[in-house]
């Protein structure tokens, strides 16, 4: 008979689970050995003082797991397993220390980064009744998969709102929706030709070159001048594919004037398979003046993969990002990409259509864009008062960031590290270098401030830090 102390207090593992876990064990030791017959049902009740229930409850379970087979009118018998080959695994698990990941940071930080926006005046009372009617307008399609480039009818929604807003000419049909941009450069890099070449900014978005470079592709950069990429230096390097950032170039801010824009497209139209990415990231928040249109708007040779998300205006974890394919790449996403598995919620898709068809999205960007204009404009003036001449600023007329370039006796590693400890969130040029040849100014340490997160009311005091960070 089978040993089992059954535990019968009150915060005591279920009866039956205590019978399966011993039995499971005494096979594992090797007290049970294959072929052996266990006590009936009755016996072994009978002998813990247990219902049969529970003993049947986990016979069943070690029978459906497998540690035990039966016979018919003959009962249960332990089934042949093998036992496990020694392994370092024996004793309790033990993460490396190089998997260890840090705590997210609690309360009392002050961030300046640039990757979060304003939650605080996020409209979720109607994003939720925007939820609400999807669930009940959208029933039938929440219970089925839907097409692997997003629901038609969003995609229609979108592709009249970026038409009415950044100039994007695209059929529906066009549109490849994705939980993310990520995501989507990897389906994309999949549609060009396995040796082609890759230009990036430099510096520019390091997610995008790492992705990159993890798949195996040929990565070069280019560097800037004050209207964006060099087109001599595209020239020279002739690459398949070119990512750019126009509207607010990642992360300097530069502004991509329609003289440099015309040449890129020159470019891009005399070569058979070559092509442009232009990543919208932030477009929709512009100070001073109106929106600039996408590069998209002008291209006359549909040789411009337009990406588009949802990340800045609303909110990073809704995960709702797009790309427009030109036709040619469609027919090759047709064919390559028919059987997969669209990423991004359908109901939060559904949600996004109507909280676009209603109004609301716009009413929200026209708020955002006032907030974020008065934190910026704030910040700047805070920035100017505090470290006066030992400061330049670049890039500040678009998107939720900006470069602000500071006179200093520390590196860049010393000042992050000395507004870590003052508990500032912030993030330097070098982070964004992507061919790793830090090149360092003397004296002069650039910043990535972004200013979505920020409280109004941090601002004051968020510089003071950063001044003893800097300065200190």
């Not at 459906?64 to 016979?71: I, V």
């Amino acid at each position: 008979m089978i040993t089992i102390l059954i535990d019968r207090s009150g915060d005591a593992d279920y009866i039956y689970h205590q019978i399966y876990q011993k039995i499971k064990e005494e096979i594992f030791n090797r007290n049970l050995l294959p072929d052996n017959k266990l006590p009936s049902k009755r016996e072994l009740a009978k002998a813990l003082n247990v219902s049969i229930n529970s003993v049947n409850a986990a016979y069943q379970q070690l029978l459906a797991e497998g540690y035990l087979y039966s016979k018919e009118r003959k009962g249960f018998f332990v089934e042949q397993i093998e036992t496990f080959h020694a392994s370092r695994h024996s004793e309790p698990l033990r993460l490396d220390a190089e998997l260890a990941e840090e705590a997210e940071k609690g309360g009392g930080w002050i961030s300046f980064s640039h990757m979060n926006v304003d939650t605080t005046h996020f409209p979720f009372k109607t994003w939720l009744r925007c939820e609400q009617k999807a669930v009940a307008s959208h029933t039938s399609e929440l219970g089925e998969m839907t097409h692997p480039q997003g629901v038609y009818g969003v995609r229609q929604t979108i592709a009249r709102f970026i038409a009415l807003t950044r100039g994007v000419k695209c059929h529906p049909e066009q549109i490849v929706i994705s939980a993310g941009t990520q995501p989507l450069i990897h389906t994309l890099q999949d549609l060009l030709p396995e040796s082609a070449l890759y230009a990036m900014e430099e510096p520019g978005y390091s997610r995008i070159y790492q992705l990159l470079k993890n798949e195996n592709k040929r990565v070069a950069t280019i560097e800037l001048d004050h209207k964006g990429v060099r087109i001599s230096d595209i020239q020279a390097l002739n690459p398949d594919v070119l990512f750019v950032t126009p509207s607010h170039q990642f992360p300097t801010g530069i502004i991509m004037p329609v003289s440099r824009r015309i040449q890129l497209l020159n470019w891009v139209s005399d070569g058979e398979d070559r092509y442009i990415v232009e990543d919208d990231y932030d477009s929709e928040f512009k100070y001073g003046s109106d929106t600039i249109p996408a590069l998209q708007s002008l291209d006359r040779s549909e040789k411009v993969i337009y990406i588009g998300t949802f990340s800045k205006s609303l909110l990073p974890g809704l995960r709702i990002s797009y790309m427009v394919l030109p036709q040619k790449l469609l027919k090759r996403y047709r064919k390559r990409h028919h059987f997969s598995i669209q990423t991004s919620s359908v109901l939060t898709q559904f949600a996004l259509q109507e909280f676009i068809e209603s109004g609301e999205y716009q009413k929200h960007i026209k708020k955002m864009n006032q907030i974020y204009e008065e934190k910026r404009t704030r910040l700047i003036e805070s920035l100017e008062n505090t470290f006066a001449h030992r400061l330049k600023i670049k890039g500040a007329s678009a998107g939720l960031h900006f470069v602000a370039d500071f006179e200093t006796n520390h590196s860049e590693e010393e000042v992050l590290r000395r507004a870590g400890e003052r508990r500032v969130e912030i993030y330097g040029m070098n982070r964004f270098i992507l061919n790793g040849k830090k090149e360092k100014q003397p004296g002069v340490v650039s910043l990535v401030l972004g200013f979505a997160k920020i409280g109004m009311k941090q601002i004051d005091d968020g510089v003071a830090k950063l001044y003893e960070a800097v300065c200190g």
